[in-house]
């Protein structure tokens, strides 16, 4: 009923078990004679050297490679991480040195404002220059205080280093300041040295100032600084204006030929200061255009 393992089977398992107990004996022997004795040591060093080192060398070789390759390529990556990190820090630095040189500069306009109202007896206010309009005749400029500020019509404006100009239109946070050098603008000042009164006009083509009708006897020379003379109930007394950079004596002509130079640094300011003089002058006269005859006399 039960069928039989074949012999031949059974004679194979019979030759493999002296074979197993022979590799079996010789593997013991080995471990013993490693263990104990120094016999296997050269061999072993010899296979090692020439066999096992060999071949353990050509099978890292390709992940060494590519582990060096991967180590490299995350350097590079850290190394452009680092590059745009600091090319970021570096452009807030330039951003913050820019920012810090031009505070450095406003606060030293501002101490100069500052410094130039210890000679004042009048209240002041500092306004900004908001924008500037250059049409020609006209010169002007825009601040940034209006009605809401106090500002009002007339009021006289300077700069740490002279006359600036006047109100001429107040709105309710700014207001238009005509400068002296604008084509309308006059200003009756005197020669600081001589005491001489005279009137003095803008002229806007040149962003120049000049002062007509000044005789040629006159004694006005290169380098004389005219001051407001406070007449006309505008500009006060005693503010430097002009100094004279030109002086052309034309015997054809009845009146000398003067160039001035403003004084008040109106091509580069960015503040000015603003006089109230509401408590001192009840009224207020504008010196806009060529001046009456009466004025005339006057000068």
């Known amino acids: 009923m039960f069928a039989t393992p074949p012999a031949d089977d059974e004679q194979r398992s019979v030759h493999w078990l002296p074979a197993w107990a022979t590799a079996i004996t010789l593997s ?13 040591d050269k061999p072993k060093a010899l296979l090692h050297d020439h066999a096992y080192a060999p071949l353990q060398r050509m099978v890292y ?9 991967w180590q490299q390529w995350q350097q590079k990556e850290d190394l452009a991480a680092q590059v745009q990190q600091l090319r970021a820090q570096n452009g807030e630095l330039r ?3 820019q920012l810090l040189g031009h505070y450095q500069a406003e606060n030293r306009r501002l101490r100069m404002l500052m410094d130039s109202v ?34 009002y019509q007339h009021q006289a404006v300077i700069d740490p280093f002279g006359l600036v100009g006047q109100v001429t ?18 200003v009756p000042v ?29 004694d006005i020379q290169i380098g004389d600084r005219l001051v407001s003379s406070g007449l006309g109930g505008v500009f006060p007394r005693g503010y430097p204006v002009a100094e004279v950079v030109d002086v052309s004596r034309d015997q054809r002509n009845s009146f000398l030929q003067i160039e001035l130079k403003s004084l008040a640094h109106l091509s580069s300011m960015l503040e000015v200061l603003l006089l109230d003089q509401r408590d001192i002058i009840p009224e207020v006269i504008l010196p806009v255009g060529p001046p009456r005859p009466a004025q005339l006399g006057g000068q």
């Open 61 to 69: 070789a390709p992940l060494s490679g590519l582990s060096r390759q």
């Open 169 to 186: 239109e107040v709105f309710e946070h700014q207001a238009r300041v005509m400068l002296i050098s604008d084509g309308r603008s006059r």
């Open 190 to 218: 005197y020669v600081e040295r001589t005491q001489q009164r005279a009137l003095l006009s803008g002229m806007a083509e040149r962003s120049a100032l000049t002062v007509e009708n000044i005789r040629l006897d006159s």
């Open 118 to 151: 210890g000679s004042v007896t009048v209240p002041v206010m500092i306004a900004e220059i908001f924008d500037s309009n250059i049409e020609g005749y006209r010169e002007t400029i825009l601040i940034n205080k209006g009605l809401s500020d106090g500002v």
């Open 28 to 40: 013991l022997l080995l471990l013993l004679l490693n263990k104990y004795s120094p016999w296997l």
């Open 95 to 97: 951003t913050q040195i």
